[in-house]
């Protein structure tokens, strides 16, 4: 019942900004949390960033700590990632993901992903 739709992907030149937005409808009961994942060409999906559904905690892969930053707002449920200083070993299908606590079982969404292409 919860979807995730990604935007603010697309082609940029090493050192350039995009703006990740992620908008979550479908009225999820409790937001445990919400991230961001990507996967490159030929690699697993990993964890790019986190933030709790308080909005009070975030964490960062290491490999995008200083350059990237979370956020969220709380009233429309939608997710962002700020990401600054791109390297072309940014480039990744980036997720969405919505941790919903319902009837005291967790349960994972997933958006379709949006596609961030880092020339040099």
């Known amino acids: 019942q919860v979807h995730l739709v990604e935007s603010g992907g697309g082609l940029v030149q090493a050192g350039g900004s995009l703006r990740l937005a992620c908008v979550a409808s479908?009225?999820?009961?409790?937001?445990?949390?919400m991230a961001w994942y990507r996967q490159g060409p030929g690699k697993e999906r990993e964890l790019v960033a986190t933030?709790?559904?308080?909005?009070?905690?975030?964490s960062y892969n290491d490999s995008v700590k200083g350059r990237f930053t979370i956020s969220r707002d709380y009233d429309d449920n939608t997710l962002f990632l700020q990401m600054n200083n791109l390297k072309p070993e940014d480039t990744a299908v980036y997720f969405c993901?919505?941790?919903?606590?319902?009837?005291?079982?967790?349960?994972?969404?997933w958006g379709q992903g949006t596609q961030v292409t880092v020339s040099s």
């Open positions: 993901n919505l941790k919903e606590a319902m009837w005291g079982d967790v349960y994972d969404y």
């Open positions: 479908g009225r999820p009961h409790m937001v445990k949390a």
């Open positions: 933030i709790t559904g308080d909005n009070r905690s975030t």
